[in-house]
């Protein structure tokens, strides 16, 4: 049977021929509730929530999909995703590995032309694992946007974007001879988007197509997603800055694999109900614990991040570009996922959106 087969009877076993079941009023008046108070809270635009509960789908929607419009976004409106994006590319490495076309041990130079002795510190190189395990000691961001000016008139969100829009894979390239690891690769997690980025470049490599067409064939298609890279365009929610300023559509491709993926809440809980069944031997491999802290009270897979909680593992990622934040959040014992999509990248909505979602699910759970 091809691997294509069995990721449609994944997808059959997830999502029968219901589209939703009803819940129970009290679960639905309260999720409401807590979804209209985040929004004031939060002073936020629009908010979309996806909830998977044991085999059936549920969404709530808040708000508006522009300040201008009174427009209720829908399951099918369209979010950019954030950081979640990060655990495609992490699940596409995962696949790689479990078909023998790579190894986590890897070193990352294996899969790069020409030569980069700049990658290693202490004789420890970076490896693939280090690159999905965000353990890689990578700077954040290249270019450095830091230096980037303010525009008069123009929000400052929307220069930087314009910034990573023309970025193309050789000046990443280009630019990744100057950079080396701040510790030892392995020590301990950080953020890098450079990370995600590379690791972007070595998916390519590997499979020996664009990053776009991968995604398409190994996740989108068997799951019966709409693209990530090119949705529709008419269901696009627009994203906000804290002070409100409206900005463009960020859909760079050099940050397909750190955020700029976009999605609707419909089509990105089909991919969290797929992780957290985790039936797949790749899906299982992205969820290993490959870094924890002492306690282990934390652990990271391949971007996914491991807690406790009293409804069992809990693996989640959150995420936000310019103008949107969103939260993964799976619960495989408690056979819960939940998605959070809004259109306002606030302060601190990375957070509160998760600890909705905790609460969500407490409520589903109790």
């Not at 449609?8 to 021929?17: C, G, K, S």
């Not at 955020?259 to 809440?265: F, H, I």
């Not at 408690?334 to 990375?350: E, I, P």
């Amino acid at each position: 049977m091809s691997k294509r087969c069995r990721l449609a009877d994944v997808f059959v076993t997830l999502f029968p021929l219901v589209g939703a079941a009803a819940v129970p009023p009290t679960f639905d008046a309260a999720v409401q509730e807590m979804g209209r108070d985040w929004l004031a809270d939060n002073a936020g635009v629009g908010l979309t929530i996806g909830v998977w509960d044991d085999g059936q789908k549920h969404f709530y929607n808040f708000g508006a999909t522009r300040l201008d419009g009174n427009r209720v976004p829908t399951k099918d409106t369209v979010y950019e995703i954030g950081s979640v994006a990060k655990t495609m590319a992490g699940q596409l490495l995962a696949r790689a590995v479990i078909e023998g076309r790579a190894d986590l041990q890897d070193d990352v130079t294996k899969y790069l032309d020409g030569k980069y002795p700049n990658l290693s510190r202490d004789g420890e190189p970076i490896r693939l694992l280090h690159l999905a395990n965000m353990t890689s000691q990578l700077v954040n961001n290249i270019p450095d946007v830091t230096q980037v000016r303010a525009v008069p008139g123009v929000p400052h969100e929307t220069t930087l974007m314009t910034v990573f829009d023309t970025y193309s894979r050789d000046e990443l390239l280009r630019q990744l001879h100057a950079v080396a690891p701040r510790a030892v690769p392995g020590k301990d997690p950080g953020p890098s988007n450079v990370a995600a980025m590379l690791l972007m470049v070595v998916l390519e490599k590997i499979y020996g197509t664009p990053y776009d067409k991968v995604l398409a064939s190994e996740i989108e298609k068997p799951l019966r997603m709409a693209s990530g890279t090119a949705p529709d365009e008419r269901l696009l929610a627009r994203g906000y800055t804290q002070a409100n300023e409206e900005l463009p559509t960020y859909a760079a491709p050099m940050s397909w694999a750190t955020g700029s993926l976009r999605y609707s809440a419909d089509d990105l809980l089909k991919y969290a109900a797929w992780q957290m069944v985790e039936k797949d031997a790749s899906v299982k491999l992205a969820h290993k614990p490959t870094w924890s802290t002492p306690d282990q009270a934390v652990s990271i897979g391949l971007y996914w991040i491991t807690e406790a909680s009293p409804q069992g593992r809990r693996l989640y990622v959150q995420g936000a570009t310019f103008g949107f934040a969103s939260v993964c959040d799976l619960y495989p014992e408690a056979h819960v996922a939940v998605v959070m999509l809004s259109n306002k990248n606030a302060d601190r909505a990375q957070d509160t959106l998760r600890a909705l979602s905790a609460k969500i699910v407490a409520l589903a759970r109790k």
